[in-house]
Nanobody, 118 residues
Framework: QVQLVESGGGLVQAGGSLRLSCAAS????????MGWFRQAPGKEREFVAK????????NYADSVKGRFGISRDNAKNTVYLQMNSLKPEDTAVYYC???????????WGQGTQVTVSS
């Protein structure tokens, strides 16, 4: 089990940037692939980005490709989501999650709110 705490959300104008962090506690952070998801009001939670155990492989939703970057620092037990060129439609609660197999996620954080104003 790993416990996850997101931070770094806030209010930003369209075109701005934010960096989200997800700090993990517990054992064996480096044995988990990590993902970011988001949920906007009235919508289902959607995949944003994911990164494998050592950062060699990443995947992104088409809606964020070229604007967002996921990275991790296993020495700090932290995964990041750098969000650039933000749009109002990026407004959502952002969650990080841990996966043992790069597919299914079994540990979730509490989420951090990102609001992009036009």
């Amino acid at each position: 089990q790993v416990q996850l705490v997101e931070s770094g959300g806030g209010l930003v104008q369209a075109g701005g940037s934010l960096r989200l962090s997800c700090a993990a506690s517990g054992r064996s952070f480096s044995s988990y692939a990590m993902g970011w998801f988001r949920q906007a009001p009235g919508k289902e939670r959607e995949f944003v980005a994911k990164i494998d155990w050592n950062g060699a492989r990443t995947n992104y939703a088409d809606s964020v490709k070229g604007r967002f970057g996921i990275s991790r620092d296993n020495a700090k037990n932290t995964v990041y989501l750098q969000m650039n060129s933000l749009k109002p439609e990026d407004t959502a609660v952002y969650y990080c999650a841990a996966s043992p197999d790069y597919v299914q996620y079994n540990n979730w954080g509490q989420g951090t709110q990102v609001t992009v104003s036009s």
